[in-house]
């Protein structure tokens, strides 16, 4: 693993861990502030998006794909990726699970009036989005050894996962950019702890 990579993984475990501290210290002060009503409003009261065209890239966060993302890795003889994967989206799940109950924050509905709940009603805490961390984990885990086409796609993958959880009405915009900041230096760390090198396509 190059001094540079190693580097930039540093920098990105900082940079995350900071963000979601951040975030949950902002959450955990209750309510919400204008700022942040006017964005979530903003995004649930987008009305031009069909909820299937939602659900199916937003299930990228889900806890299942990361075994499902993982086993393709392994299929295709690329071990590293896959433990990555794995680490990486099952380690964000838990720790989102985990802060869940001491930050305390609830859901947009109960967060706030007019809020438009589309598919199912989550019935637990909200910060933070735990589809959120398991997208931006596997994104971060998956960087170093796929193509520069991939990554723009799981990158966009992972943004719109976080913008569809506030549109559906799951997750107030903290929760999302709390769980994408835990989910990126989630992924950092595993690359730390793993290295880069076993089938990477660059530094």
Same mark, same amino acid.
């Given at each position: @693993? ?16 900071s ?6 210290? /902002? ?6 502030d ?13 009305? @031009? ?9 937003m ?22 990726l896959?433990?990555g994967? /794995? ?7 838990? /720790? ?28 637990d ?46 997750h ?11 989910g ?16 990477? /396509?660059?530094?």
């Amino acid at each position: @693993m190059s001094r540079r990579r190693r580097l930039r993984d540093a920098a990105l475990l900082v940079a995350g861990s900071s963000g979601f501290v951040v975030t949950a210290a /902002l959450a955990a002060r209750g309510g919400v502030d204008d700022l942040e009503r006017t964005a979530f409003h903003a995004a649930n009261g987008l009305s @031009m998006l069909d909820y299937p065209a939602v659900w199916v890239p937003m299930q990228y966060g889900t806890f299942g794909t990361v075994p499902a993302l993982a086993g393709v890795a392994f299929a295709r003889k690329r071990p590293r990726l896959g433990v990555g994967l /794995l680490l990486a989206g099952t380690s964000a799940y838990v /720790l989102a699970k985990v802060t869940k109950r001491f930050v305390g924050r609830g859901r947009p509905a109960t967060e706030l009036e007019d809020v438009t709940i589309r598919g199912k009603e989550e019935g637990d805490l909200g910060f933070p989005s735990g589809h959120a961390a398991v997208s931006a984990a596997l994104t971060t885990a998956a960087v170093p050894f796929v193509p520069p086409p991939i990554r723009v796609l799981a990158a966009g993958f992972a943004g719109f996962v976080s913008f569809a959880r506030v549109h559906v009405g799951a997750h107030l915009p903290l929760d999302v950019v709390g769980g994408a900041c835990l989910g990126v230096a989630v992924g950092s760390a595993v690359h730390l702890a793993l290295g880069v090198d076993g089938g990477r /396509l660059s530094a």
